[in-house]
């Protein structure tokens, strides 16, 4: 089981969310830890619906993964940092904002919304702010089952809802409910808890909604960059690969957005060496020497393993696969040495002279390399891949750079995977671009299936209904 590696919005302040989501992406990230604030989506503007979409439509298109944050400081009241929360006497405005998350999520398709409980007023007695975080999560939770969206619970160092003891006892006293689990950021295991954010990590398993990513030091709840805490990464990663994590692990750097896309680098970069030593050695090498990725690419399989990013998708059809993964970093890394018309010849090498898990790694790269430069030959690809009978090829190439496919030829490869048995979970925004014309193909498919005494795929009904 691999992690999915994601990093903060909170942590690119200083940039539009479109530029930071792109340079999030471009680093090598599987996806975005997104803080809902009055510069990155704002949940109370009225043009909300149409922003959502937006976003949804770049993530998609950066085939990135998100879980939405909720940590934003002055977006409810601006002269009073986080206030109100949960805590609060006047929570109110607290539980509507996370039932707006909520539903932006829900239309995010991301799944999962994070948040933390506040800090108990000075004269609030301990049982009363107890009340005022079940009362209000009972508000959020229903709306939540509805969506489809799990809530992430994080114990915060000085909050009411410190340690990961204090959020499981908020989650027993609410009878445990399937929707709510917990956020852990693994420095706050260092500044406050007994434990090792590795064996919380352990102890958590299933009930971890998602996880961020940063040092700290004992007694202190400051993030910082990994190496000038106490973290010890690599049994961390670990850890969450030992328990099958399928959530997003982000990085968690708030307070250096003045310099995000150097911090950010460097971090992915400390990600990678302490979980496969022999992928952080080889980006270097290509950045140094953009010729070495003939020899490196087809060698990732054998350093950093093949099996697949999620466990219930054993061929990697729809999440890709770890070797996948790598060879998208090797092929970002050569990006940023070489020009579109050069990146876009070797791509196309190394796609036709390779094996066909070579071939799926410069596919599924393709939506990270989006250039205009390089959208000609990525669709040649594209188009080479939906002729093959390899079910990984055909997945791999309806992936979110897809999207440039013409009308006629996109349908005809959502067709080709009902006949091929691929899941269309692994055709990217498939409910953005249904429309007539493909519910009547696979209508005529599932007649002819039944005419011929044979079973309907689920995934063809599915289309025909939406």
Same mark, same amino acid.
């Given at each position: 089981?691999?992690?999915?590696?994601?990093?903060?919005?909170?942590?690119?302040?200083?940039?539009?969310?479109?530029?930071?989501?792109?340079?999030?992406?471009?680093?090598?990230?599987?996806?975005?830890?997104?803080?809902?604030?009055?510069?990155?989506?704002?949940?109370?503007?009225?043009?909300?619906?149409?922003?959502?979409?937006?976003?949804?439509?770049?993530?998609?298109?950066?085939?990135?993964s998100v879980v939405v944050e909720t940590g934003?400081?002055?977006?409810?009241?601006?002269?009073?940092?986080?206030h109100p929360t949960l805590v609060s006497d006047?929570?109110?405005?607290?539980?509507?904002?996370?039932?707006?998350?909520?539903? &932006?999520?829900?239309?995010?398709?991301?799944?999962?919304?994070?948040?933390?409980?506040?800090?108990?007023?000075?004269?609030?007695?301990?049982?009363?702010?107890?009340?005022?975080?079940?009362?209000?999560?009972?508000?959020?939770?229903?709306?939540?089952?509805?969506?489809?969206?799990?809530?992430?619970?994080?114990?915060?160092?000085?909050?009411?809802?410190?340690?990961?003891?204090?959020?499981?006892?908020?989650?027993?006293?609410?009878?445990?409910?399937?929707?709510?689990?917990?956020?852990?950021?693994?420095?706050?295991?260092?500044?406050?808890?007994?434990?090792?954010?590795?064996?919380? /990590?352990?102890?958590?398993?299933?009930?971890?909604?998602?996880?961020?990513?940063?040092?700290?030091?004992?007694?202190?709840?400051?993030?910082?960059?990994?190496?000038?805490?106490?973290?010890?990464?690599?049994?961390?990663?670990?850890?969450?690969?030992?328990?099958?994590?399928?959530?997003?692990?982000?990085?968690?750097?708030?307070?250096?957005?003045?310099?995000?896309?150097?911090?950010?680098?460097?971090? &992915? *970069?400390? /990600?990678?060496?302490?979980?496969?030593?022999?992928?952080?050695?080889?980006?270097?090498?290509?950045?140094?020497?953009?010729?070495?990725?003939?020899?490196?690419?087809?060698?990732?399989?054998?350093?950093?393993?093949?099996?697949?990013?999620?466990?219930?998708?054993?061929?990697?059809?729809?999440?890709?696969?770890?070797?996948?993964?790598?060879?998208?970093?090797?092929?970002?890394?050569?990006?940023?040495?070489?020009?579109?018309?050069?990146? *876009?010849?070797?791509?196309?090498?190394?796609?036709?002279?390779?094996?066909?898990?070579?071939?799926?790694?410069?596919?599924?790269?393709?939506?990270?390399?989006?250039?205009?430069?390089?959208?000609?030959?990525?669709?040649?690809?594209?188009?080479?891949?939906?002729?093959?009978?390899?079910?990984?090829?055909?997945?791999?190439?309806?992936?979110?750079?897809?999207?440039?496919?013409?009308?006629?030829?996109?349908?005809?490869?959502?067709?080709?995977?009902?006949?091929?048995?691929?899941?269309?979970?692994?055709?990217?925004?498939?409910?953005?671009?249904?429309?007539?014309?493909?519910?009547?193909?696979?209508?005529?498919?599932?007649?002819?299936?039944?005419?011929?005494?044979?079973?309907?795929?689920?995934?063809?009904?599915?289309?025909?209904?939406?």
């Amino acid at each position: 089981m691999s992690v999915l590696l994601g990093y903060g919005t909170n942590g690119f302040a200083n940039h539009r969310l479109t530029d930071a989501l792109r340079v999030i992406a471009d680093l090598g990230y599987d996806g975005a830890a997104l803080t809902l604030d009055h510069h990155h989506l704002d949940p109370f503007t009225d043009d909300l619906a149409e922003r959502v979409r937006a976003v949804r439509s770049e993530l998609t298109g950066l085939d990135l993964s998100v879980v939405v944050e909720t940590g934003a400081r002055y977006l409810l009241d601006p002269k009073r940092k986080h206030h109100p929360t949960l805590v609060s006497d006047d929570a109110g405005r607290r539980v509507d904002f996370l039932r707006r998350a909520v539903r &932006i999520a829900a239309e995010l398709r991301c799944g999962a919304v994070s948040f933390w409980s506040g800090v108990r007023p000075a004269d609030t007695d301990p049982e009363v702010a107890s009340r005022r975080v079940l009362d209000g999560l009972a508000e959020v939770l229903p709306e939540a089952e509805r969506a489809g969206v799990v809530l992430g619970l994080e114990p915060e160092p000085g909050m009411f809802v410190e340690t990961v003891a204090d959020a499981l006892e908020v989650r027993a006293r609410l009878g445990a409910p399937a929707n709510l689990g917990i956020t852990l950021d693994v420095g706050h295991c260092v500044a406050v808890e007994r434990e090792s954010a590795a064996d919380l /990590v352990r102890q958590l398993g299933e009930l971890l909604v998602h996880v961020q990513l940063d040092d700290m030091r004992p007694g202190v709840h400051e993030h910082l960059e990994f190496g000038e805490g106490l973290l010890d990464l690599p049994a961390t990663m670990a850890a969450l690969g030992e328990v099958g994590f399928a959530g997003l692990a982000a990085v968690e750097l708030p307070r250096h957005s003045h310099a995000a896309p150097q911090v950010a680098r460097r971090a &992915i *970069a400390a /990600v990678r060496r302490s979980r496969h030593p022999w992928l952080a050695d080889a980006v270097d090498s290509v950045r140094r020497d953009p010729g070495r990725i003939a020899s490196l690419f087809p060698a990732v399989g054998r350093h950093v393993g093949r099996e697949p990013i999620r466990p219930d998708d054993p061929l990697g059809l729809v999440g890709g696969t770890v070797d996948d993964r790598a060879r998208t970093g090797l092929l970002l890394a050569l990006a940023e040495v070489l020009s579109p018309e050069e990146l *876009a010849t070797e791509v196309t090498a190394l796609y036709r002279y390779g094996d066909d898990a070579e071939r799926r790694g410069a596919l599924r790269a393709l939506s990270r390399l989006d250039r205009p430069e390089i959208r000609a030959s990525g669709l040649e690809l594209v188009r080479d891949a939906l002729r093959a009978n390899d079910v990984r090829l055909v997945a791999a190439a309806l992936g979110p750079f897809a999207r440039h496919l013409d009308d006629h030829e996109w349908r005809h490869g959502v067709l080709k995977c009902l006949f091929t048995g691929v899941p269309l979970a692994a055709v990217a925004d498939l409910p953005g671009r249904c429309d007539a014309e493909l519910r009547r193909m696979v209508a005529d498919f599932a007649a002819e299936r039944r005419a011929a005494g044979r079973e309907v795929p689920t995934d063809a009904n599915a289309i025909l209904e939406c």
